[in-house]
């Protein structure tokens, strides 16, 4: 069965540089979600999309923007990156009206930045 | 502000016996918990889940308890295989959480053959 896809699965990235993550979901799957995790840290939720709307919206920087396109893959972009910012950053994916446990995370993508 | 906890970041038990994850939340608002599993350079997979409503779930090696009073929750594995060795986190929802989760830091469990 097709699952989420992330790319790139590795990135490596000078301070203040940008970076641009992309995520597709599964198939007919219309709830694309970001979150990060740090280093010995759990998944920190960043923001969800719904729709091509963004829907929920967490711990995400303002230095940090996210899409969902009119295919219901989405981008997360990160401009003028941090030492900080250097993370495993998840995707998921879930149908509108599914209760939490049906997202669906991809392998992620681990994001440093140098 | 850490609504979910983990507080063994680690677990050995041996093959074939009980393996016990523990976690605490502070939230009294979430109403769904969640358990992933999550293996290296892999997303983490759904596991089991239990709502508010009940006490108890199980799915089965794997049950998962609730005790509302006391906000924890464990998820039990019996027996215990080589293969469940992996970082299981557990994560709630609910309140004005909307669809996202909160999740604990993770308790890396190794089971010895």
């Known amino acids: 069965a097709a699952g989420v896809i992330q790319s790139p699965r590795h990135l490596i990235k000078e301070k203040r540089e940008t970076a641009t993550l992309k995520c597709y979901p599964i198939?007919?799957?219309?709830?694309v979600y970001w979150y990060q995790q740090g280093p010995g840290q759990d998944p920190q939720f960043l923001i969800s999309?719904?729709?091509?709307?963004?829907?929920d919206k967490g711990s995400i920087p303002d230095r940090f923007s996210a899409q969902q396109f009119s295919d219901y893959h989405s981008e997360l972009n990160m401009s003028s990156l941090e030492l900080g910012d250097s993370a495993l950053y998840f995707c998921?994916?879930?149908?509108?009206?599914?209760?939490?446990?049906?997202?669906?995370f991809g392998p992620g993508t681990r994001l440093t930045v140098t | 502000d850490q609504q979910v906890k983990q507080n063994s970041p680690s677990l050995s038990v041996q093959e074939g016996r009980i393996s016990i994850l523990n976690c605490d939340y502070t939230?009294?608002?979430?109403?769904?918990f969640l358990w992933y599993k999550k293996y290296p350079a892999e997303g983490p997979t759904f596991l089991i889940s239990?709502?508010?409503?009940?006490d108890k779930n199980e799915d089965g090696r794997f049950t998962v308890f609730l005790n509302k009073s006391a906000k924890h929750l464990s998820l039990h594995i019996v027996p215990s295989q080589p293969g469940d060795s992996a970082v299981y986190f557990c994560?709630?929802?609910?309140?004005?959480?909307?669809?996202?989760?909160?999740f604990g830091t993770g308790t890396s469990l190794t089971v010895i053959p």
């Open positions: 198939p007919r799957h219309d709830t």
């Open positions: 239990i709502s508010s409503i009940k």
């Open positions: 939230n009294s608002m979430f109403d769904y």
């Open positions: 999309f719904y729709e091509k709307m963004q829907s």
């Open positions: 994560a709630a929802n609910g309140g004005k959480g909307g669809n996202q989760f909160y």
């Open positions: 998921a994916s879930s149908h509108k009206l599914a209760r939490a446990y049906e997202q669906y």
